[in-house]
T-cell receptor
Framework: GAVVSQHPSWVICKSGTSVKIECRSL??????MFWYRQFPKQSLMLMAT?????????EQGVEKDKFLINHASLTLSTLTVTSAHPEDSSFYIC??????????????FGPGTRLLVL | GENVEQHPSTLSVQEGDSAVIKCTYS??????FPWYKQELGKGPQLIID?????GEKKDQRIAVTLNKTAKHFSLHITETQPEDSAVYFC???????????FGTGTRLQVTL
């Protein structure tokens, strides 16, 4: 149980193009999904919190117009990197949290999407 | 905001030995503490978690202890195996919110 998928697993694109990454919870409904970015040999950096049916909450320093997040259903959230540039190259990971009612929500992570912008 | 410190950054043990990774947190409101294992090129995998109403939790070779007074929690892996080699992250989350703050990670290497 608690499987989260991401698509694509890796993408190479030219500078200036937009890239969409999908995150799906396969066997549970996720009221909240999260998007992280991870640089080599570093920890996970939270970019934004996405709640179904409402606008995402972005962390300080994350450009909301550059990283568009949509959470249209309880099983799908998408991250679109608009006008990607080489500095956007990174490992993007989503997580999904089913509500447990215990005051803390277990996050299950997807396998990640490696983005390389040329 | 919450700050989570994790030590050591790297840990090398021989197969069969135990490994201990320690984390401290700053926000006394945190009450949920998961541990994740991340293998190269993959997403983090939840291996064990603990909530503040419990002092210790064990799952086969893995155990986590929590000391709320001292604001620290630890991961214990016994009888380590080569497949335990990975990067381990601790995290903390406050009461009713779900935002996790991660530690900086520990690269564990289990040698034969």
């Amino acid at each position: 149980g608690a499987v989260v998928s991401q698509h694509p697993s890796w993408v190479i694109c030219k500078s200036g193009t937009s890239v969409k990454i999908e995150c799906r919870s396969l066997d549970f409904q996720a009221t909240t999904m999260f998007w992280y970015r991870q640089f080599p040999k570093q920890s996970l950096m939270l970019m934004a919190t996405s709640n179904e049916g409402s606008k995402a909450t972005y962390e300080q320093g994350v450009e909301k117009d550059k990283f568009l997040i949509n959470h249209a259903s309880l099983t799908l959230s998408t991250l679109t990197v608009t006008s990607a540039h080489p500095e956007d190259s990174s490992f993007y990971i989503c997580s999904a949290a089913p509500w447990t009612g215990q005051g803390g929500e277990t996050q299950y992570f997807g396998p990640g999407t490696r983005l390389l912008v040329l | 905001g919450e700050n989570v410190e994790q030590h050591p950054s790297t840990l090398s043990v021989q197969e069969g030995d135990s490994a201990v990774i320690k984390c401290t947190y700053s926000d006394s409101a945190s009450n949920y503490f998961p541990w994740y294992k991340q293998e190269l090129g993959k997403g983090p995998q939840l291996i064990i978690d603990i909530r503040s109403n419990v002092g210790e939790k064990k799952d086969q070779r893995i155990a986590v202890t929590l000391n709320k007074t001292a604001k620290h929690f630890s991961l214990h892996i016994t009888e380590t195996q080569p497949e335990d080699s990975a990067v381990y992250f601790c995290a903390a989350a406050p009461g009713t919110a779900s935002k996790l703050t991660f530690g900086t990670g520990t690269r564990l290497q289990v040698t034969l």
